[in-house]
């Protein structure tokens, strides 16, 4: 176990400092400088390269970006916030609190509400409630979430005026119903669909007849003990779940006009602010691998029958 | 050992088994004849699939609505006369199927008239026309030319079929109030209606008004025609990325699968990286780098390719690149898992051991075998292809103006999303059809292919 955890560790480590050498190597693959403007000369240009280190070789910059990096520096804004730490603005700027504030209330909401749904279906197999349900995620997944999101802000913000039409700085509690709903849909409907499929092959099991022949109720018998086993394919989603709602987070928060990380993302990128978009890019995947890792070792941790040793399906 | 008396290996005389057993066999009565015979043709497995499709409501219903929609993109915009880059200056903002004031004074021109030329509707229309120059065209036999002296605002030009000399100009008012009697000839000729006068050029006729049925745009742009447009650069880019996909997974995956060993556990390690590289992250990055460079590259090169990719669009080119880029790793897990799987198979260790070269074996083992996971991986690849689309062109790094998409037009919208909610709703509606019968369609082949999987 120990092994395959340090394993793991050291293939999320190596995936991380690929994604900052891809990420270093394709901004600067782009033509120009940042600091190229109408009125910029040559040697302002010169000058303010080495001032932030630009001039000199690329290599040196990568070593210097990721020794940064280890040490919890990275670096300063160019353009965009002009000699600001990049960690200031991603973390104490309240950026990176409001886009995860949003994130973990779609996760906990997708779940809380995927998973039942997904259980309901499965029991009511072939009912209207299962039809019902059915239509709903088979739409949910294939509905865009700015289709979505802008859906919410036609009818509850403008049509019917029940919800703020610019969520903001999220300070008031109605604020984030509609960004949190955008985002969580899709995962919901997926959680459901999982759930579901795997519900309908746990509650075949011996085991499940053996419960009811005991005579327990059915709640419990869904809950107790059908359920712990077929969590395992919605453990194994959260992964490529967290990087969804990341996705997710750009398009919700242009839409909603959240000042959060993922717009600032998309600004930092079209600006070529390069270390924000390093920094942000790190961050950000150093999350979606984080949660990978975590999932792996929890999931193998929940399901004994899966084998530790060979980490290959 | 037992010594074998019937069939020895090598013997000089193979031992003639009908004569051995003559007297065990009798021959078959007609009633057996019949019942050894093949009653009805063997259903191949292509056929079978296609039974169970046709069987599956849901994924027939879907089919039949994503062959609707593809219609729509693909021959819509012949039946229209609208298209996605025209800007019509006098139908801005409008709703849907409203017509513009100078539309509405056509409509009523026309209760009274056989055709006319709107002036301000089109880019081509008379208003546009260089003057001095005599223009013709022709209806029901007859040829009608004109000169363009002097071009007015809001006017028609417009024929009644009855009247000898019918080509006039009409004032909006006029039309308005139904009034044609106080019109004015601008200039008429009657010579030279069978050949075509030098320097002129072919009129387009306007038999009716065709309504903006979804509305139009800020820029007075048909979104019926917009959307038609986007629904069939979406549906290209979906197909086309599926199959670049296609390419390059299974090429690598079943190179690994093949080879198996050291070769295989390397080429993995790769797909893994690059599976847990988070990929919306790298795919936005990448439209950005390669934006500049591509176009630069394209404007530069003289090959007949980059002249095609130029024609498309650098969003798109850049679209395919990341595919080719990031999306194969799922691709080759599937083959390769399936070559592995088909690999171990007792027919293909029969081949092996009759000698049959590796080559044969991938034609008429491998490949055959695996055609049906390759296609519904494929089908469900479109989709999301689609998805991704849509989501760069929504947050502006897709497909750029005049050139339209589903994405692109929803991202449009949102800007005057409070005024004019119908703008995001038309392409938002069609995009997610379309996402949902493919992935209903992909459910239904995969169900088909495969219900092993159900």
Redo the contacts between chains.
């Keep these: 176990m120990l092994s395959y955890v340090a394993k793991r560790i050291g293939v999320s480590v190596l995936t991380l400092l690929l994604i900052i050498c891809i990420t270093f190597l394709l901004m600067n693959a782009v033509p120009g400088s940042p600091f190229m403007t109408e009125k910029s000369t040559p040697e302002m240009i010169a000058m303010a390269e080495a001032k932030y280190g630009l001039d000199k070789p690329l290599i040196v910059q990568l070593w210097n970006y990721i020794k940064g990096y280890f040490q919890g520096d990275m670096g300063v804004s160019l353009k965009m916030q002009k000699g600001t730490d990049v960690t200031t603005i991603i973390f104490r700027e309240g950026k990176f609190v409001l886009s995860f504030k949003l994130g973990v209330w779609a996760v906990l909401l997708a779940v809380i509400v995927g998973v039942p749904l997904g259980c309901i279906a499965a029991y009511n197999r072939g009912s209207w409630i299962d039809s019902v349900l059915r239509v709903m995620t088979t739409v949910g997944v294939a509905i865009p979430s700015f289709v979505l999101c802008s859906l919410l802000l036609i009818y509850c913000g403008v049509k019917w005026e029940l919800l703020p039409v610019i969520s903001g700085s999220l300070t008031d509690w109605k604020a984030y119903i509609a960004p949190v709903i955008g985002l969580s849909f899709y995962p919901m409907c997926y959680i459901a669909k999982l759930t579901r499929t795997s519900m309908l092959d746990a509650i075949n099991q011996d085991y499940i007849r053996t419960a009811r022949a005991k005579g327990l109720k059915t709640g419990r018998i869904i809950f107790k003990h059908a359920l712990r086993n077929c969590l395992i394919p919605v453990i194994t989603y959260l992964g490529p779940m967290t990087a969804g709602i990341i996705t997710g987070g750009f398009v919700v928060e242009q839409t909603f006009q959240i000042p959060g990380l993922g717009k600032y993302f998309i600004s930092s990128i079209l600006n070529r602010d390069y270390p924000i978009i390093m920094g942000t890019t790190v961050v950000l995947a150093a999350l979606v691998i984080m949660m990978n890792l975590i999932v792996d070792i929890t999931y193998k941790l929940v399901d004994p029958r899966i084998s530790l040793i060979k980490g290959d399906s | 050992m037992q010594k074998l008396n019937l069939f020895q290996l090598n013997a000089d005389r193979v031992p003639d088994l009908k004569e051995m057993f003559a007297a065990d066999f009798t021959p078959a009565s007609a009633e057996e004849r019949v019942s050894a015979t093949e009653s009805r043709k063997s259903v191949s497995y292509w056929r079978d699939a296609l039974r169970r499709f046709k069987q599956n409501k849901v994924s027939m219903g879907a089919l039949a609505l994503f062959f609707v929609i593809f219609l729509f993109s693909f021959l819509g915009p012949m039946l229209i006369p609208y298209n996605y880059a025209d800007q019509y200056r006098c139908s801005m903002k409008l709703a849907p199927g409203e017509f513009s004031k100078a539309e509405m004074t056509a409509k009523a021109a026309l209760e009274h008239a056989d055709l006319i030329y709107d002036t301000v509707l089109s880019p081509g229309s008379i208003s546009s026309l260089s003057r001095n120059t005599t223009y013709w065209f022709r209806h029901k036999g007859v040829t009608y030319s004109f000169y363009n002296e002097k071009t007015l605002g809001d006017v028609i030009v417009l024929f009644r079929a009855e009247d000898a000399d019918p080509l006039v100009y009409i004032s909006e008012k006029d039309a308005e109030n139904g009034v044609f009697d106080n019109v004015t000839v601008i200039a008429y000729s009657t010579e030279n209606i069978d050949t075509r006068a030098e320097n002129t050029a072919r009129l387009p006729l306007i038999r009716n008004v065709c309504p903006h049925v979804f509305g139009t745009d800020s820029a007075g742009r048909d979104l019926m025609a917009r959307c038609m447009y986007g629904g069939r650069v979406s549906l290209s880019i979906g197909i086309i990325a599926a199959l670049i996909v296609l390419f390059i997974g299974s090429l690598y995956g079943s190179v690994a699968g093949l080879i198996g060993g050291k070769v295989d556990f390397i080429m993995?390690r790769v797909v893994?990286?690059i599976y847990?590289?988070?990929?919306?992250?790298?795919v936005?990055?990448?439209q950005?780098?390669l934006k500049?460079?591509l176009q630069?590259w394209l404007d530069s090169s003289p090959s007949g390719f980059a002249r095609m990719m130029s024609n498309l669009g650098v969003g798109i080119v850049s679209i395919f690149i990341t595919f080719a880029c990031l999306y194969w790793v799922g691709m080759s897990r599937i083959v390769r898992g399936q070559v592995l799987q088909l690999k171990s198979q007792e027919f293909v260790t029969a081949a092996t051991a009759l000698g049959v070269p590796r080559s044969r074996i991938v034609k008429r083992h491998l490949l055959p075998n695996s055609v049906g996971q390759l296609v519904i991986a494929t089908c469900l690849q479109i989709?999301s292809a689609i998805?991704l689309e849509?989501?760069l062109s929504?947050?502006?790094l897709g497909v750029s103006i005049p050139m339209t998409s589903l994405?692109s037009l929803?991202?449009d919208?949102?800007e005057t999303?409070?005024l004019y909610?119908y703008r995001?709703?038309y392409p938002?509606?069609i995009?997610?059809l379309l996402?949902?019968t493919l992935?209903?369609v992909g459910d239904g082949i995969r169900d088909a292919l495969d219900p092993r999987l159900k």
């Design positions: 993995m893994d990286i847990s590289v988070p990929d919306v992250l790298i936005l990055l990448l950005v780098v500049d460079p630069a989709p998805f849509s989501f929504f947050l502006g994405g929803c991202s919208a949102l999303i409070t909610p995001l709703l938002g509606i995009l997610t996402v949902l992935n209903l």
